[in-house]
């Protein structure tokens, strides 16, 4: 039987594959850790087909793509071990966008794509009239800003805790989270 192009057109490529696999692996002897090829003539011709060669490569090619993805790997773990410990963003050093609690509330009431548009994940600076003082589940202070609407207003959750008061004019800065029935400000601190 002749190995060539011929084989592999009709589908013999697997059954070379298997055959030449099994004698590949029965023909080298190990003696005194160095490798040795039989005499025969048989296992000389045959080690020198082009299956043995795909054989050998398809190993090659294995061992090519586990560094590949070990490389992938040592990458991916390294971005996310940066990503995982890059410092978290604070309102301390940026400017805001200066608005009323009033004006803020009415943008979200009005058109709140449009309002997202413009204030979401941006930094704040509202001022407002405290309405309302409470605590979340986490233990944090959080204000609510009024406004006309009496069931809306601007809900700043501080950073630190405070001694803040009832019905005083106040300046927040914080990062804009978006609507519900209030416009919600996290990361908060009194602005200077």
Not at 12 to 31: D, N, P, Y
Not at 36 to 64: D, E, G
Not at 104 to 123: G, K
Not at 134 to 152: A, H, I, R, T
């Amino acid at each position: 039987m002749e190995f060539g192009i011929w084989n592999l057109k009709f589908g013999i490529f697997a059954f070379e594959l298997r055959v030449a696999k099994k004698i590949f692996h029965s023909t080298f002897i190990i003696h005194n850790s160095k490798l040795s090829f039989p005499t025969s003539s048989f296992c000389r011709k045959f080690i020198n087909t082009p299956a043995i060669f795909l054989v050998s490569k398809f190993h090659l090619m294995k061992k090519k793509v586990l560094l590949f993805l070990l490389v992938v790997g040592a990458i991916a773990a390294v971005l996310g071990y940066v990503v995982w410990n890059k410092p978290h963003e604070t309102v301390d050093d940026k400017k805001g966008i200066q608005i009323t609690a009033e004006a803020l509330t009415n943008a979200f009431l009005q058109n709140e794509l449009s309002a997202n548009a413009t204030y979401l994940n941006q930094v704040i600076e509202v001022s407002g009239k405290v309405s309302e003082i409470s605590k979340n589940q986490d233990g944090k202070d959080v204000l609510l800003l009024e406004s006309s609407d009496p069931l809306s207003g601007v809900q700043c959750t501080m950073r630190e805790p405070g001694n803040y008061e009832m019905e005083k004019e106040i300046t927040i800065k914080g990062f804009c989270n978006g609507y519900t029935t209030v416009v919600l400000l996290s990361d908060c601190i009194l602005s200077k």
